[in-house]
C-alpha cells in the first residue's frame, strides 16, 4: 500500500495498538477496558477503505468513547473535538441542551474560564454560571 509512516497509517497502527498490545502504556484506557477494534480492521487496507486518508489536523476519534473502532462509530476528528469527547468531560443540562461547558459557553457567547470558576471555584448553579450578567 506504500503508506507506511503516512499520518493515516500513524493512525491506524497506533489504534490497533493501544487495543490488542497490553504492553502498549496506553492499553488500560482502550484494550483493557474491553474497546476493540473491527475485524476487516486489523489490516490497513480494510481500515483506509472504510476512513480513507486522514485529513490534515485531525486524528482518529470514536464518536462513542465506550463503542468499539469501526464503521459508523468513527471519524476524523480536529483537536478540538477529541478534547470535548473524552471520558473525563462533564456535560450539563442548560436551556434543555446537553453539552460541555466550552459548547455551551461558545453558543452563548461567554468565557469558559470564566463559567468554570463560577462553578468549580465559587460553586454556582450551573443555570446561573451560564447567564452573561451573573
Known sequence: HAMYGTPTYRSWSSMLTRCTNPANHKFADYGGRGIAVHEAWKS?????????????GTTLGRKDN???????????????QQGRNKRNT?????????????????RLGLSPSTVRS?????????????????
Open 90 to 106: 462533564a456535560s450539563f443540562e442548560h436551556d434543555g441542551i446537553t453539552a460541555t461547558i466550552p459548547e455551551h459557553c461558545e
Open 44 to 56: 490497513f487496507e480494510g481500515f483506509y477503505a472504510d476512513m480513507g486518508e486522514r485529513p490534515a
Open 66 to 80: 465506550d463503542g468499539d473502532y469501526e464503521p459508523g462509530n468513527c471519524r476524523w476528528e480536529s483537536a478540538k
Open 118 to 134: 463560577r462553578i468549580y471555584t465559587h460553586g454556582w448553579p450551573i443555570e446561573r454560571a451560564l447567564k452573561a450578567s451573573a
